[in-house]
């Protein structure tokens, strides 16, 4: 790779950002009660069920969530290609097809192993697959934790609610020892 592992990561960001807010832009312009059953419009079928087998690796279902798949995860990651500029499209498409690759010619558990050697080495990438892992792993994170699926089933968020009396830390490590009180400051008049 031509560039460093910084200079990747900043316009990767810049791209995605870019991309997701032209995304919401248009989301915003369509209300949410004239929406039909999501289209792809970006990825085509075999991209799709690549992006599908790697979701599931990367946040599988699980006892309190449906995971990637169950969040539909594909179709925001969809949504927000369409509005992407072509180089980050490009990525994606090349990304894809080398998983695709591999994914057909390993078994499961091959698949796997290749999978845990691109996140190990997702904090120096040297590859064009190592790259692309650390642009997918984000994407599908994002599009997981943003969802009703993530955020409600998986992190446990009540939305709109308050707590009246915050019972603090409960590790025995973090009590407050007994009788100690915050100094407080007298306020200076000026």
Known sequence: ????????????????????????QHQHAHPLEERSPY????????????????????????NRSAGALGACVDEYVDFILVHADAALQETWRKGLKRYGEAIAR???????RFLEQQAHNEFAPVTDDEAFFIILKAAVAEGFYTSKEGIVNELGYKGMAFVLDFEGCTHASHHVPQGWHPMLRERKET
């Not at 460093?4 to 919401?24: D, G, K, P, V």
């Not at 390993?106 to 796997?112: A, G, H, L």
């Open 1 to 24: 790779m031509p560039y460093s592992r910084r200079e990747f990561l900043a316009a990767a960001a810049a791209l995605w950002s870019a991309a997701a807010l032209r995304a919401q």
């Open 39 to 62: 289209k792809f419009a970006f990825f085509d079928g075999e991209e799709r069920k690549t992006l599908r087998v790697l979701m599931d690796r990367i946040v599988p279902a699980d």
């Open 106 to 112: 390993n078994s499961p558990d091959e698949v796997d």
